[in-house]
């Protein structure tokens, strides 16, 4: 990123190493993403800060530590990530971080102004393993099924039904925030019928709303 935010960029990286993350990749990829694109012009002096940020819509940019969390706790699934669907495309944040690392992305959003914008930000960063869909995240997304990996970046008041059914078997991986009031973030491994949960603590996230916008 050669402009005015490098060196702000730069020091989220170390603040992210400092914080616990571990994974090269995705510090790399935390670093060059220019974060300042994801968020309303009058925000940007504040896009390299450890916080979360307006979006528009009552929504919100994922904080830096919890993007690169939740990325890292999918890379360390025992499979490969060729095929990842995120629930909750927002801004793209999360998109344009994850995409790079994996085979392909695919996306959905509730909301379709944001949905817009997202899809136009993944063009000007020419990134093009990205499919998005304008629709309910509780549904998943079928016809693209089964995922190596399931990203929920809202926070669901019980795990999703469908969720569940379009993990790969031998070892898909699903990291989701869970709960209201008190959210916790759960990994959640599929093996066959099995499905084993883990969680990696306590989590602010928009809710995952049932239903699309007319
Ligand atoms: N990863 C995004 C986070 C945005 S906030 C970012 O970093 O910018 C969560 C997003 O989930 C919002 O855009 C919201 O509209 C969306 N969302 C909430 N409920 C949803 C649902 N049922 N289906 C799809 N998207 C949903």
Do not use: C
């Not at 914080?19 to 790399?28: K, N, P, R, S, W």
């Not at 085979?103 to 960063?125: D, G, N, P």
């Amino acid at each position: 990123m050669v402009n005015q935010f490098q060196g702000q960029a730069r020091k989220l990286k170390q603040l992210l190493v400092n914080a616990g993350i571990q994974h090269e990749a995705v510090l790399d990829m935390m670093e060059t993403t220019p974060r300042h694109l994801f968020m309303p012009e009058s925000l940007a002096h504040k896009a390299y800060e450890n916080t979360a940020l307006p979006i528009g819509d009552g929504q919100t940019i994922s904080q830096p530590y919890i993007v690169a969390k939740m990325t890292e706790l999918l890379l360390a699934a025992n499979r490969p990530m060729q095929r990842v669907l995120e629930i909750g495309t927002g801004s793209g944040y999360q998109t344009a971080v994850l995409a790079p690392l994996v085979e392909q992305v695919f996306s959905v959003e509730r909301i379709s102004t944001l949905q817009y914008q997202a899809k136009r930000r993944m063009k000007l960063l020419d990134l093009h393993n990205i499919q998005m869909k304008y629709g309910d995240g509780w549904e998943g997304w079928h016809s693209k099924a089964p995922f190596d990996g399931i990203l929920v970046t809202a926070a669901a008041s019980r795990v999703p039904e469908a969720l569940l059914a379009q993990l790969e078997p031998e070892g898909g991986r699903l990291i989701i925030p869970v709960g209201e009031e008190q959210q916790e973030l759960k990994i959640i491994e599929r093996h066959g019928d099995t499905y084993q949960q883990t969680s990696s603590g306590g989590v602010r996230f928009v809710p995952l709303v049932q239903g699309v916008l007319a």
